[in-house]
């Protein structure tokens, strides 16, 4: 019997004496060993659990790829046994893993947990195989599902504002999700491709009380894997307000007009450039001596038209003339004069994000240029609905719209 053999054994043992509480497992079923046959539908039958549960607890990305002889934990059990003497634990395997890329992880030398199981440093490991390494080494991160190895997110959110979801995995993912029923939009935040964020925009006008998160991969054979959760939306501290429009004003924005420019902007913001722009907290738009005149997501009622029945935008009071710049890098996918929005500027930050610039004297850019953050976008002015000089500044992220300023004040995705 090899040292890795009586170690497993250990491994059994230590099992069947943590064994507690209720449930449909016996204290043999702590672990299970695949025998012939099995399929991981079948095992986690036996154990009382999901597939999805039982792939998660053991590091199982492929659903389909399990071997005979491997020992698989039952989920919510003890997930390292300490040896007797307490000088080593039992770590398991991902997918791919080798010897040394396993106890790497962990911060141990491939060497040293070569000689600790008597297997070669380059030795492949099954999924879920059992490697023993120093107890004192740094506390594994654990599988949440398949190859997800973390997913942090917030547990409130309030209305109006942004928050982020991270993830982490032991190799590059294709990762899918959704946040209330919108498509989640990651980004890459490490060149391994194995840390990936993704807003969670949440509109100013959403009822308070807790919307779905879902995120997860497909596996390479077709299996879906997710992970459900929920967040809770709070009220936002927003005020309300009725706008009067003049009767010139108000006269060109007949329902028909209205409706034409919404369809116009979503279809530039509800696009997803592959490329990201936009890596640094916001610049402001305008100069620190314009303050804000009107802040995002004042619930408002027009006297005229449907124009929307919240602020979408931060107000900045200035003269007209008064320049404009751009807060981030980005892309000028729209710049045109529309009805109610006046002389508009649209710029694509990448990965849905789009931040816009209404009511402007002047417009000082064209569609396809590249800006960089404190370039002059154009002046502003008193166009389209407005009832005086000011800058409207909006972000969208996925489409909806968010508090802008919320991102002066942070990076897009502050290190944890
Ligand atoms: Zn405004």
Same mark, same amino acid.
Request: charged share 15%; net charge negative.
């Given at each position: ?20 509480? $209720? ?36 590091? #199982? ?20 046994? &300490? ?18 890329? /396993? ?29 023993? #390494? ?16 973390? %997913? +942090? ?20 993912? +294709? ?9 989640? #939009?990651?980004?890459?935040? +490490? ?10 925009? &949440? ?36 005020? $309300?307000?009725?706008? &009067? ?12 007009? &209205? ?34 005149? $009107? ?65 402007? $004297?002047?417009?000082?850019?064209? %569609? ?10 154009? /002046? ?37």
């Amino acid at each position: 019997m090899g040292r890795l053999n009586k170690l497993a054994c250990r491994l059994l043992l230590a099992s069947l004496l943590v064994v507690g509480g $209720s449930g449909p497992l016996r204290a043999q079923e702590e672990s299970y060993t695949v025998a012939a046959g099995d399929t991981l539908g079948t095992i986690a039958a036996r154990l009382g659990v999901t597939v999805a549960e039982l792939a998660a607890a053991n590091g #199982i990305d492929d659903p389909n790829l399990i071997r005979v002889g491997q020992v698989l934990l039952a989920p919510g059990r003890s997930a390292v046994a &300490v040896e007797s003497a307490g000088a080593t634990v039992a770590v398991r395997a991902w997918p791919g893993d080798t010897v040394a890329s /396993l106890a790497s992880r962990y911060g141990v030398e491939g060497g040293q947990a070569a000689e600790l199981n008597g297997l070669p440093a380059a030795r492949r490991l099954f999924p879920g195989q059992p490697l023993q #390494i120093p107890a004192q080494a740094a506390p594994p991160p654990t599988a949440v599902l398949g190859a997800v190895t973390s %997913v +942090q997110m917030p547990a409130t959110l309030l209305q109006g504002r942004t928050g982020r979801l991270f993830v982490t995995s032991s190799r590059p993912l +294709q990762l899918e999700g959704h946040w209330n029923g919108q498509p989640l #939009i990651f980004q890459l935040l +490490q060149e391994d491709g194995l840390r990936q964020a993704a807003f969670l925009p &949440v509109d100013a006008l959403l009822a308070p009380g807790a919307y779905p998160l879902e995120v997860g991969y497909t596996t390479s054979s077709g299996v879906p894997l997710r992970l459900q959760r929920s967040i809770l939306v709070e009220a936002g501290p927003y005020d $309300s307000q009725e706008i &009067v429009v003049s009767q010139e004003k108000a006269e060109v924005l007949t329902p028909p007009v &209205v409706q034409a420019e919404r369809e116009r902007v979503v279809s530039v913001w509800s696009q997803v450039s592959p490329e990201r722009f936009w890596l640094e907290r916001f610049q402001r738009p305008i100069g620190a001596d314009y303050p804000t005149t $009107s802040p995002f997501g004042t619930r408002r009622t027009y006297s005229v038209a449907d124009i929307g029945n919240f602020h979408a935008g931060q107000d900045f009071g200035a003269p007209e003339g008064t320049l404009v710049f751009a807060p981030a890098p980005g892309r000028v996918v729209l710049a045109e004069p529309i009805a109610v929005r006046g002389n508009a500027v649209i710029l694509d930050h990448g990965r849905g994000v789009f931040s816009g610039y209404w009511h402007l $004297s002047e417009m000082k850019v064209g %569609v396809g240029m590249d800006v960089a953050a404190g370039d002059v976008l154009g /002046l502003v002015g008193n166009t389209g609905l407005s009832t005086g000089a000011h800058l409207h500044w909006e972000l969208r992220i996925g489409g909806v719209a968010v508090d802008p300023m919320q991102f002066l004040e942070e990076a897009p995705f502050p290190a944890p």
